[in-house]
């Protein structure tokens, strides 16, 4: 082995590992970029025929779901693409013959505006000293080199006829052969679809189910990329056409499909485009009228194209940054030229979606990727780190419009503090926990500012405290200002210890509720005293307790009682919930969903549907079977609410505690059903813990069922009317993201569509009898 004094790089030297593995990533680098550049003979017709299967894919699968097999569905596809291809070269060839006949009738014009040009510039002018100067310089310089050498020029030798006219056979030849190329294998792609992609799934190993998803994302994003950059360019030419008609340039309709063909071209296409109109409205028009209502034109429509249509059309469809999209169109142009500019953003996606699936490959998703690398609080937490408290503010602003105050304080500042929390004995020095501190103070004092709350009576109905730390008392702030946006008279104030003499200085007399707030991750002892020594001063005093830190598991409903607290909150939102049913003015009762004005009209249309048929009782038993297993949850339901109850019409389970009616189903008072909120709401309810939102934490229903965790989608008709919803519930608390809830409102749909089949149904069953209003309403959902 190597000593450690002599340079070497020892095994177990974790730098010299690091060193190590850069240098084989980058000679990997290397020896694929070398691949790319000399490959692309080969590489190139396989990356444009890939990128038009990924174009034609969606129209073959759309055949073969109405029935045609796959070789019928890719010939029919094939067959019209080479069609529109014809007629789109038939129409170019007639545009250009016609321009061609016509140009020798410009030629005076252009000699005439030349010639006007030329007299313009001969006149004299400013620099006409200068530039004689400069010529007179080049004389010598010519002069004194001819002396010195003569120029000697090589001819070559003349060609055959023959050798001519190969020359001009390959290079028509290349670009056909090059096309064929590119046709055999999106025909080879579009039949081996399936093949080819289980050999990707192959290459790229590890979980199925994450290569299965980079597969689809990738599918998803380059199709939706390339039918939004047709309909940008198509929604371009079409005015642009009609427009160069109106001004009178000749060829228009060839100038329109020139545009939409060379916009597929980043960056430099849509300027080619524009050349051609313009020299022709300059040789067609004797004066300047034509050509500059031309480039009016043009340069209105790019205005609107770029600020409006294409962020509308556009949105998110690549993933990918701005700059990532500039860096990718200049590497793969260097790469691949002209052809690499093409296939540069097709190709970028493909990278961004390897960065997402591979762990290997992160770097890619961190480098190409749209989404912020730094979360809103992370990003606040640095500025603040670096002291620009301005930039700070800025970002929070910037999140406040989007979200509002009070969520902003519970999703992002609280964040701020456990980051400052998680490195106060870690990283931070004291430099950075001063500037966090007077940061934070300085950002919050010009929120409040910004976003004032309206005045307060001169007593308080709530005071926050700090508990322990510096951040404690930012929270407390925090906390207060978002009760002052409530309407709740709160004033936040300090204790440096918890001692007789200062707690008594807190001046609670005639203070109702108080909010301590603590970080730490083990406060139990300090919360225990505090709520002591508060009691022992003001026993009536009502004591939330706010742990912005601690785990789930130690919430326990109960847990209050053993520290001396009334409540224990973990966020800002269920802080207000909880002080608010503590409040004397404020019933303390379950939350109750507001009842829908047109809630007369909903019953009326539930009972006109087939929603209570008890035939359907089995399709819907079995949705709700398959939302149970696909969420991996311990209960899943289909509720119809009425006047006064909720009717569970479709279950995973069989549940119990609650009366059933005359069917056998169970039936819950509507005011205690959480289903009545997606009613009430008409949107898709999610609660992640039931004892942590105080709307739920005494709700029968969750009490008696055990749930901590519900998710409700709503059951809509096309009417408008939400008759009921489809949820999912479990004992443990846990989150939904926005593709689950997505699936979720699929299943509600699903739910929507068998109703609408039953109605359907039962009115075929009765020819005689009228199809109510309601179920033909419903039946609207029956998709095709």
Excluded at 588 to 608: F, Q, W
Excluded at 649 to 661: A, E
Aim: charged share 20%.
């Amino acid at each position: 082995m190597i000593p450690r004094e002599t340079g070497g790089i020892d095994a177990g030297d974790p730098g010299g590992s690091d060193i190590v593995t850069v240098a084989a990533t980058l000679v990997s680098a290397a020896v694929i970029i070398a691949a790319l550049y000399y490959g692309q003979d080969i590489l190139i017709p396989l990356a444009f025929a890939f990128l038009i299967g990924f174009a034609l894919n969606p129209p073959v699968m759309w055949l073969r779901r109405r029935g045609l097999p796959k070789v019928i569905a890719i010939a029919v596809v094939m067959t019209v693409v080479l069609v529109l291809l014809a007629g789109l070269f038939l129409v170019l060839g007639t545009q250009l013959r016609s321009l061609g006949e016509q140009l020798p009738t410009y030629q005076s014009t252009i000699n005439g505006k030349f010639n006007d040009l030329k007299a313009q510039f001969r006149a004299p002018g400013l620099f006409d000293g200068a530039l004689n100067a400069i010529a007179s310089l080049q004389k010598e310089v010519e002069a004194a080199q001819g002396a010195a050498a003569q120029r000697v020029e090589i001819v070559p030798a003349p060609g055959t006829q023959l050798q001519a006219a190969l020359g001009w056979l390959g290079a028509a030849l290349e670009p056909l052969a090059t096309a064929g190329i590119v046709l055999v294998f999106v025909v080879l792609a579009l039949l081996d679809r399936a093949d080819l992609r289980d050999r990707l799934l192959r290459i790229l190993g590890g979980n199925l189910h994450r290569s299965t998803d980079a597969i689809e994302d990738a599918g998803r994003r380059i199709s939706r990329y390339l039918l939004m950059q047709l309909v940008v360019n198509v929604s371009f030419a079409i005015p642009l056409t009609l427009g160069l008609w109106l001004i009178g340039v000749p060829g228009a309709p060839l100038w329109g499909v020139v545009a939409a063909v060379l916009r597929f071209v980043p960056y430099v296409g849509a300027l080619i485009s524009a050349i051609f109109p313009l020299v022709l409205a300059f040789a067609v028009d004797p004066g300047w009228d034509m050509l500059l209502w031309t480039l009016a034109l043009i340069a209105g429509l790019e205005i609107v194209s770029n600020n409006i249509v294409e962020p509308m059309l556009y949105g998110t469809s690549t993933g990918l940054s701005a700059i990532s999209l500039i860096a990718a169109a200049t590497f793969w142009t260097a790469l691949w030229g002209p052809v690499g500019l093409i296939l540069s953003t097709p190709l970028t996606v493909c990278l961004l979606v390897l960065g997402k699936t591979l762990p290997q490959l992160q770097f890619l998703d961190t480098l190409l990727g749209s989404v912020p690398v730094l979360s809103s609080a992370e990003r606040i937490y640095q500025r603040l780190l670096a002291g620009d408290v301005d930039e700070a503010t800025e970002i929070a602003e910037g999140e406040i419009e989007a979200l509002g105050v009070v969520p902003f304080y519970d999703s992002v500042g609280i964040a701020v503090l456990r980051l400052a929390r998680d490195d106060y004995g870690r990283q931070a020095t004291a430099a950075h926990r001063l500037r966090i501190a007077e940061g934070m103070e300085a950002l919050l004092e010009e929120l409040r500012e910004e976003h004032a709350p309206e005045a307060a009576a001169s007593a308080p109905t709530v005071v926050c405290i700090g508990g322990k730390w510096e951040i404690d008392a930012i929270a407390a702030a925090m906390l207060a200002h978002a009760f002052g946006l409530e309407g709740i008279p709160t004033q936040a104030r300090r204790v440096a210890h918890v001692t007789k003499s200062a707690v008594a200085r807190l001046d609670l007399d005639g203070v109702p509720v108080v909010c301590i707030n603590y970080f730490s991750g083990e406060p139990d002892g300090a919360v225990r005293q505090f709520c002591r020594r508060l009691r022992q001063r003001w026993p009536e005093l009502k004591i939330v307790v706010v742990l912005w830190t601690v785990s789930p598991e130690r919430l326990a409903s109960e847990a209050g009682k053993d520290i001396g607290a009334d409540e224990i909150a973990t966020s800002i939102q269920e802080t207000i919930g909880r002080v608010q049913r503590l409040l004397p003015e404020i019933a303390s009762e379950p939350a109750v969903a507001a009842m829908p004005a047109d809630d007369a009209e909903r019953v009326a249309a539930l009972h006109g549907t087939a929603f209570l048929d008890e035939a359907l009782r089995d399709d819907l038993d079995a949705i709700a079977k398959r939302a149970a297993d696909a969420f991996d949850v311990d209960v899943a339901m289909i509720s119809a609410i009425d006047a006064e109850q909720e009717i569970v019409i479709g279950g995973s389970k069989d549940l119990s505690g609650f009366g059933r009616d005359e069917a056998g189903r169970p039936i819950l008072p509507r005011r205690a059903a959480i289903c009545d909120h997606v009613v009430a709401s008409g949107e898709t309810l999610v609660v992640t813990d039931t004892e942590r939102d105080a709307r739920f934490t005494d709700n029968p229903v969750a009490k008696t069922w055990g749930l901590r965790f519900y998710a409700g989608a709503p059951l809509r008709s096309s009417d408008g009317h939400v008759l009921g919803a489809l949820c999912i519930l479990d004992a443990k608390a846990r989150k939904l993201d926005q593709r689950e809830r997505e699936l979720l409102e699929k299943l509600a749909a699903d739910v929507v569509v068998t109703l609408g089949r039953a109605c359907a149904d039962s009115a075929r069953q009765q020819p005689g009898e009228p199809e109510t209003e309601a179920s033909a309403t419903v039946g609207q959902q029956v998709p095709e």
